[in-house]
C-alpha cells in the first residue's frame, strides 16, 4: 500500500505545506529586519512560493491562497490582487517605459532651442528632464537586477555540486533559489510602482507638449563622420601677422644691460580675440626656443590662486617637484632655486586680478633668472597690464571682415572648391562675427556640411543673432552651432564643463567618460568606443575644443583644451546640474536637481552636509590634497546617498575603499588618482555589474586585485600602472566584454588563487597596448600557445616581460619556448621584450612584423646575438638596453641575405640607442668594408638620432655612418669611443663630422653651426 502513487503524493504535499509555511515565516522574519515589505507584500510572496513549487494537486495552490485572501478581507484582497496585475505585468510596463524614453529625447531635443528665450517653456524643458533622468534610473535599476541575478545563478549553479546529488523524489528548490525568487518579486513590485507613478507624471508632461506646439516628427540633421585632420586651425595664419611680428621682437630683444628684473610684455584684448593663439605661436617659435633656456606656461584664471600658480611653475620647471608642497614661501624658495642664473620665458595666461600685492612674491622670487628672461601675460583687462609692470603692451585688435571671412572660407571650404555662389551669403555671416577670429572659427565649423544657398540664407536669417550676448559677437554663433548637433553630442559637449578651465582633456578618457553617462547612441556592429570618437571629432571640427596634442604616428588628436569662452558657455547649458564645491562654502542650491558635482575639501574644511541631498548626481569629484580620521565615515556616508552615480573621480590621499561601494549599482566609471593609497580594493566592488571602466592611475600602492573579478561582466577597459602589484585574480578571462587591459600578471606557479597564462584565450577584442608580465613563471609553456595572441587584431602594442619567483635552467629554457610561441597578429607596431633569460631571440615570427615601428630588447642578461632586423620595412625607434652578454653587432643584425644584392637596410629606422653594454665590443657594417652601398646596399637611410651610453668596451663606430643624414649622436661614458670620436683629430672624426649636433660625455663637440661649444 505504500507505494501507492497517491499515498506518496499525499505524504509530498503534506511536507511541501510544512516546508512552504517554514519559508514565509523565515521570509516575514528577515523582512522585518532588511525590507521594507507590507502585509500584503508578505501574501504575495506566499503565493509566489506556492506557484514555484510543483505541487502534485495544483487546485490546492488555489484553495490555500483563496482561504488567505478571505482572511485578509475583501478590501486587502481586492488591494492584493491589483498587486498581483501590477508586479504580473511589469515586463510590458517596461518595455513601455523604454519607448517612452525616446519620446522624452525627441521632446528634449525639441524642446531646448525654445527654451533658451521662453520662460514658460524653461520649466516645461526642467521638469521634462528631471523625468528624463528617473526614468532612466529606474530602467537601468531593473537591467541591474536582470543581470545580477544571472551572475548569482550561474555561480550557484557552479559552487553547489550538492544539487546533483538530491534525494529521490525530491522536488524542492534550494532555499537560496527561492530566496532570489523572492528578491526578484520583491523588485518586481517596487518598480511596478515606480514606473505607475512616472507614467502618472509623464501623461501630465506630454499633454503640456501639445500646449508648447512640440513636433516630435521633426527630423534632426545626423552628422556625418568627418576626418579631422583635413581641417587646419587657420587662426593661426590669418590676420595675426603684424601682431605676431611685434611680440617676437619684444621677447627676443636684449633690453636695458642694468636692468636685472625679468621685462614683462603684456597682451591685452576681449575673449575670442586669439591672446592665447597669439601668444602660443611665440612661445613654440623655434628662434623662441632657442633664444630662452627654460621656458614655462602656466594658466593662471580666476581667482588668482599663488600657491596653486607657485606649483604650476615648480611643475614646469621640474615634473618631478613635489605635489604636496601647501605653503607658498616654501614653494617660492623652490622657484628662486629652480630659475637662478637661468634665462627663462614665463608666460602667465588668462590673468584676472587686479591686485598687484598677489603678484609681487612672484615678482621676487623670479628676479634670480638671468638677464634678459621675459614675462609674457595674456588678459583681457589694460588695468591689469599696467598693475603687473608691462614695459610692453599690445593690444589685441579684431580681425576685419575681409580676414573674417577668408578664415571662414578656410575651414568651410577644404576642398579647395570656393562655391562663388555662396560668398555673398558667407560675407554677410563674416560681418557678425564682430571681427573675433573664435567666433568665426565656429561659424566655420558651423556651415562646413552645407552647400546650398537656403542653407546658408536660414543661418544669416536665424532670430538667434538678436539675443544679446555674454561676449560681444560669440553667443550667436556658439548657440547657432550647438543646437544643430543632435541632443547625443549636446549632451557630450555641455559634459565638458565639468571640468574645470584650462583642464587638458585626453580624447581616451573623455570618450569613456560619455559612454559612463550614457550618451552614447548605440549602433549594430559598431563599438561605443568608435562612435564617441566620431562624436569627439564632430565637436572638434566645430571649433568646440583647440589646442590639439596629436600622436605622431597616426596623426590623431590624443589631448586638447576648451577656450576659456566655450567652457562659460558649455556651463551655461547645464547650469542648475553642475555644481562645484570648493571648501566648507555653504551654497543656496537646489540639490534636487543637480546631477554633477565636483566638491573640492580640505582637512580643515566645515563638510557641508547639504550635499547629502543631491541624491540624484551622476558624477562625483571628489579631490583633496590631504584627509582627516572622519574621511572614511565621510566617504562611506555618500556612497550610501549617491546612489545614482554613474562615473566616480577620486583624487584625494584615502587608505581604503568602503565596502558600502557595492551600493553604487549604476556605476559605469572608477578612477582612482595617484593620491589614492590603497593596497586592495574590496571585494565588494565585483557587485558592480554595470562597471565599464576601473583607471587605477599611478597607484603604486597597489598589490593585488580583487578575486571576485570575474563577475564585471560588462568591464570593457581595465587600465593600471602599479609596480607593487604581483598578484592577478583568476577567471578574469571571463571578461569577454574587455577592450583594454593595460597589464596581465601572471601567477606564481604555488598560487592556486592566481591568474594563468592561458586566461587570455578568448580575450580577443583587447586593443592598445598589453603588458604581460612574469613570464618567468610560466610552468607549462602550452599555456603560450594557448594564450592565442595572434588572434588578438586590435592590439598595436605588446610588452613581454620574463620576470620569473626563481633562477634555473627550466626558466631560461622556458623563456625561450614561451617566447617561440607568443606570436602576436602582424599588424603589431610597438614590442618591448624585458627580462629575457635565453641566450637568442630568433622566433620567426619577429621578423614577420611588417607593421612594427618601435622595438625595445631591455634587461636581456644572457643574450648574446641579436635578431636580423634590417628587413622590418617600418621600424622607426629601436632600443638596445642593458644587455650583458652581447659583445658583437654585426652583419646577422642587418638581416643581409647576401652583399651581392641589392638591399635597403632598416629604410624607415629614424632613431637608435644602444645602452648599458658592458661587453659590446664591436660593431660592424657589410663585412667591415668601407664602401657601405656598395651593390646597392643601403643601410639606415632615415636615422636622426644616435645614441650610445655606458658602452665602456666599443672600440669603433660602423663605416655607414658616413652616408647616414644623422641630425643628433651622443656618446656617454664610452671612454675608448669617445676618445676616438674627439673633433678632428679622433680616428672616427671622419664618419661623425657631417652630424650638426654631437655631444660626448655632456660636451657638445658642434653645434649647429658649425662652431665649437665646448
Not at 46 to 69: C, G, Y
Not at 455 to 483: C, I, R, T, V
Not at 793 to 803: A, C, D, P, S, V
Not at 944 to 953: A, F, G, V
Amino acid at each position: 500500500m505504500t507505494s501507492c502513487p497517491y499515498i506518496i503524493a499525499f505524504n509530498q504535499m503534506l511536507s511541501v505545506q510544512v516546508e512552504v509555511f517554514g519559508l514565509f515565516q523565515f521570509i516575514i522574519k528577515a523582512g522585518k529586519k532588511k525590507m521594507n515589505i507590507t502585509s500584503i507584500d508578505y501574501l504575495l510572496l506566499f503565493q509566489f512560493l506556492l506557484l514555484s513549487i510543483k505541487l502534485p494537486f495544483p487546485t490546492m495552490v488555489d484553495a490555500i491562497v483563496t482561504d488567505l485572501l478571505t482572511q485578509l478581507g475583501s478590501i486587502a484582497a481586492q488591494q492584493a490582487q491589483q498587486e498581483i496585475k501590477l508586479i504580473a505585468g511589469v515586463d510590458k510596463e517596461v518595455q513601455m517605459l523604454k519607448d517612452g524614453l525616446r519620446i522624452v529625447q525627441a521632446m528634449l531635443n525639441n524642446a531646448e532651442e525654445r527654451q533658451a528665450s521662453d520662460v514658460a517653456v524653461k520649466l516645461w524643458f526642467d521638469q521634462l528632464k528631471d523625468v528624463y533622468y528617473m526614468m532612466d534610473d529606474v530602467l537601468d535599476t531593473w537591467n541591474t537586477a536582470r543581470i545580477k541575478s544571472q551572475i548569482q545563478k550561474e555561480e550557484e549553479e557552479k559552487n553547489d555540486k550538492s544539487r546533483a546529488v538530491k534525494k529521490v523524489g525530491s522536488f524542492l528548490p534550494s532555499l537560496s533559489f527561492c530566496f532570489r525568487r523572492v528578491k526578484s518579486l520583491a523588485l518586481r513590485h517596487e518598480i511596478g510602482h515606480k514606473i505607475k507613478t512616472l507614467n502618472e507624471t509623464l501623461d501630465k508632461i506630454v499633454k503640456d507638449r501639445v500646449t508648447y506646439g512640440f513636433d516630435l516628427t521633426k527630423q534632426h540633421d545626423v552628422i556625418e563622420h568627418i576626418k579631422t585632420t583635413s581641417f587646419v586651425d587657420v587662426s593661426n595664419i590669418i590676420g595675426r601677422e603684424n601682431y605676431r611680428g611685434d611680440l617676437l621682437s619684444n621677447l627676443l630683444g636684449k633690453g636695458s644691460q642694468e636692468d636685472r628684473k625679468p621685462q614683462v610684455i603684456s597682451l591685452v584684448g576681449m575673449g575670442g580675440i586669439g591672446k592665447s593663439t597669439l601668444a602660443q605661436l611665440a612661445y613654440n617659435d623655434p628662434e623662441v626656443q632657442a633664444h630662452f633656456q627654460v621656458r614655462m606656461w602656466v594658466c593662471v584664471s580666476e581667482p588668482f590662486d599663488q600657491c596653486k600658480i607657485a606649483r604650476a611653475i615648480c611643475q614646469e620647471l621640474d615634473s618631478e617637484s613635489p605635489h604636496n608642497i601647501t605653503e607658498l614661501q616654501s614653494l617660492l624658495h623652490k622657484i628662486c632655486d629652480l630659475i637662478r642664473g637661468k634665462k627663462f620665458l614665463l608666460v602667465l595666461d588668462d590673468v584676472w586680478t587686479e591686485d598687484s600685492t598677489m603678484w609681487e612674491p612672484f615678482k621676487f622670487a623670479l628676479e634670480y633668472g638671468a638677464k634678459g628672461s621675459k614675462i609674457l601675460v595674456t588678459t583681457r583687462k589694460y588695468r591689469v597690464a599696467e598693475r603687473m609692470g608691462s614695459v610692453h603692451i599690445i593690444n589685441l585688435g579684431v580681425l576685419s571682415d575681409e580676414d573674417c571671412w577668408l578664415m571662414i572660407s578656410k575651414i568651410v571650404f577644404f576642398d579647395n572648391d570656393q562655391h562663388k555662389d555662396l560668398e555673398d551669403l558667407g560675407k554677410q555671416l563674416a560681418n557678425k562675427c564682430k571681427g573675433l577670429p573664435l567666433a568665426a572659427k565656429t561659424l566655420g565649423g558651423l556651415m562646413r556640411n552645407k552647400r546650398s544657398r537656403d542653407q546658408w540664407k536660414n543661418m544669416l536669417d536665424s532670430s538667434l543673432w538678436e539675443l544679446e550676448d555674454f561676449e560681444k559677437g560669440l553667443l550667436a554663433p556658439l548657440l547657432l552651432s550647438y543646437y544643430e548637433l543632435p541632443l547625443a553630442l549636446k549632451r557630450c559637449f555641455s559634459y565638458c564643463a565639468v571640468f574645470p578651465k584650462d583642464y587638458l582633456f585626453s580624447k581616451d578618457q573623455l570618450v569613456l567618460l560619455w559612454m559612463a553617462q550614457g550618451y552614447i547612441e548605440s549602433k549594430v556592429k559598431t563599438e561605443m568606443e568608435i562612435i564617441a570618437g566620431e562624436y569627439f571629432e564632430n565637436l572638434a571640427i566645430r571649433s568646440f575644443f583647440q589646442d590639439f596634442e596629436k600622436d605622431e604616428s597616426d596623426d590623431k588628436i590624443t589631448r586638447c583644451k576648451m577656450h576659456d569662452i566655450v567652457h562659460d558657455f558649455a556651463q551655461s547649458m547645464i547650469t542648475n546640474e553642475f555644481v562645484a564645491i570648493d571648501g566648507d562654502m555653504e551654497l543656496e542650491i537646489d540639490y534636487k536637481s543637480v546631477h554633477h558635482l565636483r566638491l573640492k575639501f580640505s582637512k580643515e574644511m566645515l563638510f557641508p552636509v547639504s550635499v547629502y541631498h543631491a541624491e540624484n548626481i551622476r558624477t562625483l569629484f571628489l579631490l583633496s590634497d590631504e584627509i582627516d580620521y572622519n574621511f572614511n565615515m565621510l566617504i562611506s556616508n555618500l556612497f550610501q546617498n549617491f546612489r545614482c552615480l554613474r562615473t566616480l573621480i577620486l583624487d584625494c590621499p584615502i587608505k581604503k575603499i568602503p565596502d558600502v561601494v557595492e551600493n553604487l549599482i549604476h556605476l559605469r566609471f572608477l578612477l582612482l588618482s595617484t593620491k589614492v593609497e590603497i593596497e586592495e580594493l574590496p571585494e565588494t566592488i565585483c557587485n558592480l555589474c554595470n562597471l565599464q571602466t576601473l583607471c587605477i592611475d599611478n597607484c603604486y600602492c597597489l598589490k593585488k586585485l580583487p578575486q571576485g573579478m570575474s563577475k564585471l561582466i560588462n568591464l570593457r577597459h581595465l587600465i593600471f600602472d602599479t609596480y607593487a602589484m604581483t598578484q592577478f585574480p583568476r577567471r578574469i578571462g571571463r571578461l569577454i566584454s574587455l577592450r583594454t587591459l593595460s597589464h596581465f600578471i601572471i601567477s606564481g606557479k604555488d598560487d592556486k588563487e592566481g591568474c594563468k597564462l592561458g586566461e587570455l584565450k578568448i580575450l580577443n577584442q583587447l586593443q592598445g597596448t598589453l603588458r604581460i608580465q612574469w613570464l618567468g613563471n610560466v610552468v607549462d609553456v602550452c599555456e603560450a600557445k594557448n594564450a592565442q595572441l595572434k588572434k588578438k587584431t586590435h592590439l598595436r602594442g605588446l610588452y613581454l616581460g620574463f620576470e620569473g619567483e626563481d633562477e634555473n635552467d627550466r626558466r631560461i629554457n622556458n623563456n625561450v619556448l614561451v617566447l617561440n610561441d607568443l606570436e602576436p597578429h602582424p599588424d603589431l607596431e610597438y614590442l618591448e621584450i624585458y627580462d629575457y633569460q635565453g641566450t637568442t631571440i630568433y622566433p620567426n615570427w619577429m621578423i614577420s612584423l611588417m607593421k612594427l615601428k618601435t622595438l625595445c630588447f631591455f634587461a636581456c642578461p644572457k643574450l648574446k646575438g641579436l635578431p636580423p632586423l634590417g628587413k622590418l620595412p617600418f621600424l622607426e625607434s629601436l632600443s638596445i638596453i642593458d644587455v650583458d652578454s652581447l659583445e658583437k653587432v654585426g652583419v646577422e643584425f642587418l638581416g643581409l641575405e647576401s652583399i651581392y644584392k641589392k638591399d635597403n637596410i632598416f629604410p624607415q629606422l629614424k632613431s637608435l640607442k644602444f645602452s648599458f653594454l658592458k661587453e659590446w665590443k664591436e660593431w660592424v657594417g657589410i663585412g667591415g668594408m668601407r664602401n657601405e652601398e656598395i651593390n646597392g646596399v643601403t643601410i639606415m637611410p632615415c636615422l636622426q638620432d644616435l645614441t650610445i651610453s655606458r658602452c665602456p668596451k666599443l672600440k669603433v663606430l660602423p663605416y655607414f655612418l658616413r652616408t647616414t643624414p644623422l641630425k643628433k649622436l651622443v656618446i656617454f661614458q664610452c671612454p675608448i669611443l669617445g676618445e676616438r670620436c674627439q673633433k678632428e683629430i679622433g680616428e672616427d672624426w671622419s664618419k661623425i663630422s657631417h652630424i650638426p649636433n654631437i655631444k660626448i660625455d655632456w660636451k657638445y663637440m658642434q653645434t649647429d653651426d658649425g662652431e665649437c661649444d665646448a
